[in-house]
């Protein structure tokens, strides 16, 4: 039996439009504005949701508020599949880096490319997954379509970066005899969570830019096409009180330590996997200053776990 949705603030009734929830002062309102003809790739919003028996996911991707307004594609991107032989959902988190001509198929890409990479190594071996080898697989696709762009040049690593740089946050969640285990790597800012939402609790797996962590706020990312070595993973266990988070800074930034306006809306909205639909409409809140894309994804477990 699916769980029952508990939100705070219920929709509003099915004749009025879905207005962007307000949180604390909100961003102006304005008809956003068609990206460049040649976009039609990268839609204003993205969502996704589906259960397996032992998981349930959500994602949305949404434009922010500049890109809105002056015409610019949706840089991020978010890709899920289930491997069915393990239970495992594998996924991917993008940011394309703005500076970059063509980030956004940057981020597109790399999603695609580690989904593919994982999916492959799963069936493999699920036993253990290489992340370092999912991110260089990810990396070499960057590598792939800028030497398309230039016509079959072997491209520098600068050239890569000046037209596909972006940031990846990419991994899997496996049920087990022990709970769900949680294997993710990243490269750039990024972020991950585990959010109690029985106590608005939100847990950081990576050191965060805006958290109570970090010394100095720093806006450098260091993306793909680069892998950095070492490189940036961790391995966790959820409980079944537990929600996995991934999200862009677009998400990251508002949310800071989970302990404001934003972090109480989501707490209170993911206590149970809502509506895919109503979590894009959640994640397009309107906040004063926040105007960056965001993406989100969310894992819950579903049941107790049954043994394999």
């Known amino acids: 039996m699916h769980p029952q949705v508990h939100a705070p603030m219920p929709p509003p009734p099915e004749s009025a439009p879905w207005l962007r929830i307000p949180v604390g002062t909100p961003g102006p309102e304005f008809e956003a504005r068609p990206p460049g003809q040649y976009a039609y790739d990268y839609p204003d919003t993205e969502c996704d949701g589906w259960s397996t028996p032992d998981l349930t996911l959500r994602f949305a991707s949404v434009r922010g508020a500049k890109h809105r307004y002056y015409r610019q594609p949706r840089q991020d991107a978010a890709r899920a599949a289930a491997h069915e032989p393990t239970g495992a959902i594998v996924f991917a988190v993008a940011d394309g880096v703005s500076s970059a001509a063509s980030s956004e198929l940057g981020a597109v890409e790399a999603c695609r490319a580690a989904l593919e990479r994982l ?127 991934v999200g862009t800074d677009g998400f990251a930034d508002p949310l800071g330590d989970g302990d404001g306006q934003v972090g109480a809306l989501f707490a209170g909205q993911l206590a149970a996997p809502p509506p895919p ?31 394999r």
């Open 119 to 245: 999916l492959h190594l799963l069936s493999r071996g699920p036993e253990r997954v290489d992340l370092q080898d999912v991110a260089h697989h990810a990396a070499q696709r960057l590598r792939q379509i800028t030497r398309w762009r230039l016509n079959g040049k072997d491209p520098e690593p600068g050239e890569v970066a000046a037209l596909h740089a972006t940031t990846l946050i990419a991994g899997t969640v496996r049920p087990d005899r022990d709970g769900c285990l949680v294997e993710l790597f990243r490269i750039g800012d990024s972020g991950a969570w585990t959010l109690d939402a029985g106590r608005a609790r939100y847990a950081p797996l990576f050191a965060t830019k805006t958290g109570s962590d970090a010394v100095v706020v720093s806006n450098e990312v260091a993306p793909l096409p680069r892998v950095p070595d070492p490189l940036e993973q961790i391995s966790v266990r959820l409980t079944e009180h537990q929600t996995l988070l």
């Open 277 to 307: 639909l109503w979590f894009a409409h959640l994640l397009d809140f309107s906040r004063e200053t926040f105007d960056d894309d965001r993406t989100l994804l969310a894992v819950w477990p579903r049941t107790a776990v049954r043994p």
